[in-house]
């Protein structure tokens, strides 16, 4: 019989690491899905995707060498993928030093417990477009463009990156870097926009209520769908060496056409009035409002829109996504009407 191999998400409460346990689970690995302290009442992405009971679970803190050390020697994982810290870009002008201690500091800390404890471990490490620096619209951004973050989330990525690089380098780990562009679906938190849109217009549709407050509709993102991402990413520890790849569909969308994707799929007629702040988006059919913009929610350095080139990982693993940002507005909007529909309203 072959023995299972084993796999160690640290950060395994987020919507990452719950779609790579579930893909994890289904080829055969045995999964310690690693949560910090307080973070045990955010299982319900397991509990949604039905594995909770599938995984072990294990308290790590990534602030802590001698846990994470005692960890890593006890579960002596062939793969680990590192999702743990802080996601949230806007947060972070609020929380910089937060942010880089559980970003930067935080995967230092794993790098150097896989160094000194498991060294044969594979590991992956989610990294984010925003260590990319300003860039042309219709450039898309590569492995190769230029590093210039513009916000303490961005730099504490691309620290944390460039460590992992090192460690690569200097170390021989095998180590590859995810430079993640958004990724979306119904496992989503819902501060993130793609999901508070989702999240509310369910609300909308079947208790009513106050229309949704949405800062920048020009905003675009290169969305792509976080099951596709993660599916990537475990094909990638199997590749015999590691290394740094851009995850992104190349396509660029605004906030505005998202709402529109999601607000038709549940069979509001949505037009969209004015601009700026006084724009509003109303359904034609019953003049109801759906959404206006606040300007609470703009934020005074917001990312520019640019998408991602992701040649190289697609000519790696012969990798390509499953769903059109359309699909993955009318799924998370779907899926939201089904649990508003179960009563289910608190994830
Ligand atoms: P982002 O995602 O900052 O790109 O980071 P987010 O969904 O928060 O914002 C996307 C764009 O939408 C605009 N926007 C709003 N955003 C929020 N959250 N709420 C609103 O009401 C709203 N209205 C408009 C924003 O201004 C922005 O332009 C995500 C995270 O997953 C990071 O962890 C990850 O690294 C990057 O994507 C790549």
């Not at 039905?50 to 679970?57: G, S």
């Not at 803190?61 to 579960?75: A, G, H, Q, W, Y």
């Not at 990156?161 to 180590?175: C, G, I, K």
Request: include cysteine; charge should be neutral.
């Amino acid at each position: 019989m072959i023995k299972s191999k084993t796999a160690l998400i640290i950060g395994a409460t987020g919507q990452d690491g719950a779609h790579l346990a579930q893909h994890l689970l289904a080829a055969g690995w045995i999964v310690y899905c690693g949560f910090r302290r307080g973070s045990a009442s955010k299982t319900w992405r397991l509990q949604h995707l039905n594995i909770l009971d599938k995984v072990k679970l294990v308290n790590i803190n990534i602030d802590e060498p001698f846990n994470l050390n005692d960890v890593l020697k006890s579960i002596q994982p062939e793969h680990i993928y590192h999702f743990a810290g802080e996601s949230f870009v806007a947060d972070s002008f609020i929380h910089p030093v937060t942010t880089l201690q559980a970003n930067t500091l935080g995967t230092l800390n794993v790098l150097e417990a896989i160094r000194h404890t498991v060294p044969e471990t594979r590991l992956f490490f989610a990294s984010s477009s925003e260590v990319f620096g300003p860039a042309e619209t219709n450039t898309l951004l590569s492995e190769e463009s230029r590093l210039k973050p513009a916000n303490p989330y961005g730099i504490s990525k691309l620290t944390a990156q460039e460590l992992v690089r090192m460690y690569r380098d200097t170390y021989n780990l095998h180590a590859s870097v995810g430079i993640l562009f958004n990724h979306e679906g119904p496992l989503r938190g819902r501060n993130f926009v793609t999901r508070k849109i989702s999240f509310n217009l369910a609300r909308l549709k079947i208790d009513n209520g106050d229309p949704i407050e949405l800062g920048a509709l020009s905003s675009a993102r290169d969305w792509g769908a976080a099951e596709d991402y993660t599916a990537a990413m475990m094909s990638l520890l199997e590749q015999k060496t590691a290394d740094d790849y851009v995850f992104a569909t190349g396509k660029l969308t605004t906030v505005r056409d998202f709402l529109r994707f999601s607000a038709i799929a549940v069979g509001f007629d949505p037009l969209f009035e004015g601009t700026g702040a006084e724009e509003v988006c109303v359904d034609k059919t019953s003049g109801k409002p759906i959404a206006v913009v606040s300007e609470r929610y703009f934020r005074p350095f917001d990312t520019s829109a640019r998408g991602g080139n992701s040649k190289k990982l697609i000519n790696k693993i012969n990798w390509q996504g499953s769903r059109t940002v359309e699909q993955i507005a009318t799924e998370m909007v779907l899926t939201d009407i089904d649990r508003r529909t179960k009563g289910i309203i608190n994830v």
